[in-house]
Structure formats: structure tokens, C-alpha cells
């Protein structure tokens, strides 16, 4: 089979990949959710680790049969998978995002009406994780939400917003693939590709002095991070301009100058949250209460 043979079925199968998702493309993507799951588990601590098996055997009691949940790396994609039963489900669903507008000033506290938003439900799920009073399939559940979430704000798109619903609504084609959209870009080829060409591996044991540099903040820190990053790079990256100073066109092309440029961006975000993630997992599994929320 020639090049251009295998090039245009690649760009076929990408497309119909893309017209096959929700409306609301799933967070980060597969890989990179399990990414972060997995450099997580390389920082915790070893009673941290035993804590989480314990409380896996408890699975079956979920009742999502599903939906897996036999190590923590299926916890790190659990609820997107629950997106199968909205009927069930479907309460969970805001819990993904809080995006804001990158024209606006950031709010910790908008548009989360209830805690329905992804900073609050890091912070209930990381408490209810680590109350030892609560039943095993209850932390369980917690702990899948947790680990999700946790990746899920880390994502610059679920927190930054130009009247697209995050990027959804910006057609955007990646190199040579057309029919995405800047969210589901950053989701899944480019995040895909900043892990798979990471030298050394994302996925390793990292030193003291590596997380005090890139761990650390609470969830309102890690979603203005997002925010950020969406207002000073994401948007201007994608449009070559400024985005707070006027409209942005509904169509865009990422150029491989683009993609390089974006790459450290989303390894640095799919970093950060693995080794937060380790941080509040061994905080969770930690004697003594759960520290009182601002």
C-alpha cells in the first residue's frame, strides 16, 4: 500500500473518530487520562498505594459492570465512561468543566452553581476519599471522580472559554487533518503527542526538587492556571492574535510550527496533574481529618 493510500485511510478513520464523539468531547482523552493515573502511581507512597487496592475490591459493588474499575488508571477514566448511562449519570456531567470567559477576570467561585463544576467536585471528592468512617464502594467512587477531575482541570479548555464552549465550536484542523475542533484537539492528538514524544518518559519517579517546582495549589489555583494558559496560549497559538481583543473566526488550522510550539505546554499540564494527583491521594490515605476548605 503507497503513502497516499495509508495517509487518506488515516485521515478517514480520524475524521469519522471526530463526528463519532459527543458534542462535548470527553476530557484529555483516554491516553491522557490514564497518562496522568499512571504518574501518579509512580509518586505515591507504597501505604498510599496498599489503600487504593483495598479499597478496589469493592468494585463490584459500584454496579457498573461497564465501566471497570480494577486499578487506578480505570479509575482515571471511569466517569467518562458513565457517560454510556445519563440517564443514571447524567447529574455528574457538569462536574467536568467550568469554563470562563479569557476576556473576563477569574472568578474561583463562577459558574458553579451547587459545587457543579470540576473545582468543587476535586475538592468534595478528595474529602469524602479520605474520611475513613465513609463505606469502601463510597471512597471508591470518590477516588475514580477525584482522579478524573483532577486531570480534567488541568486541561486548559475546561476552564478557558471564547463563547465556544471550550473550544468545541472552533473548527480547527490539526496539520493535516481537517474536521476537529480546538477542543477535541487538545484533547486528544496533541496531548497524545507531547506524552508519546516526552523525553525522559512523563511516566517516572520524579524528584523533590522536580515537585516542589511542578506540584503543589489546591483546584482553584490549578483551574486559574488553566484559565491562564487558555487566554495566553491556547487562543493565540490557534489565531495568531490576540483573543480579548475582538472576535475570533469560527475555523482555524494548528501549522506543525503550532504543534511544536503547544507541545511543552501540554506535557507541563499533563505533569503537573499526575504529580497533584499523587499529593492529595497521599494526603487522602494519611491519618488525621481532611484539612477545612477556604
Known sequence: MGYRAIRNGWLTALALAALLLPASAQAWGFYAHRTTAEIAEANIRPETRAGIAKL??????LGTPDCPLR???????WPDCLRGEGWRWGYTFAWHYQTEPIDEPYDARKNCSGGACVSAQVERNARILADENLPDPVRLEALAFFVHFAGDIHMPLHSGDKDDRGGNDRE??????PGLNLHWVWDGPLAE?????ARPSL???YSPAERVVLGGGAAADWGR??????RDFVYPNAFDCDPCEGDL???????QQDIVAAIPVAERRVTQAGLRIAEYLDRAFAPGPWPESD
Open 71 to 77: 486499578d487506578i488508571e480505570d479509575a482515571s477514566v
Open 172 to 177: 480547527t484542523a490539526y496539520g493535516i487533518a
Open 193 to 197: 503527542r507531547a506524552i508519546s514524544s
Open 203 to 205: 511516566v517516572r519517579r
Open 56 to 61: 478496589l475490591k469493592a468494585a463490584p459493588l
Open 249 to 255: 473566526p469560527d475555523a482555524t488550522t494548528l501549522t
Open 225 to 230: 492556571e488553566s484559565w491562564e494558559t487558555a
